[in-house]
């Protein structure tokens, strides 16, 4: 049985940073490309981060890129997202996510918030 479980989500100011963790349980992220999604109150989950199984082709959301950075330790079987220079619209339950398509499995979430 799949678990990932986030933590690391808190209330902070604008220009703030945060480092998410998602532990993994019944698999080992090292055989699993690895994303994290986020999704603000009214709107849709959407894509923030990914990390191929290979560790070293990693993606960005515009809205993210060159302040968001994701890793992974397989040897932790966690995955990380550090988040610099916050800004009120990244305010979200973010969501780790193992896999792809119809087999993509999913944490509960965290929640971000920040205050201007």
């Known amino acids: 049985q799949v678990q990932l479980v986030e933590s690391g989500g808190e209330l902070v100011q604008a220009g703030a940073s945060l480092r998410l963790s998602c532990v993994a349980s019944?698999?080992?992220?090292?055989?699993?490309?690895m994303a994290w999604f986020r999704q603000a109150p009214g709107k849709e989950r959407e894509f923030v981060a990914a990390?191929?199984?290979?560790?070293?082709?990693?993606f960005y959301d515009d809205s993210v890129k060159g302040r968001f950075t994701i890793s992974r330790d397989n040897a932790e079987n966690t995955l990380y997202l550090q988040m610099n220079n916050l800004k009120p619209e990244d305010t979200a339950v973010y969501y780790c996510?193992?896999?792809?398509?119809?087999?993509?499995?999913w944490g509960q979430g965290t929640q971000v918030t920040v205050s201007s």
């Open positions: 996510a193992a896999g792809s398509g119809s087999n993509r499995s």
């Open positions: 990390n191929r199984r290979t560790g070293t082709d990693t």
């Open positions: 019944g698999i080992k992220i090292s055989w699993y490309d």
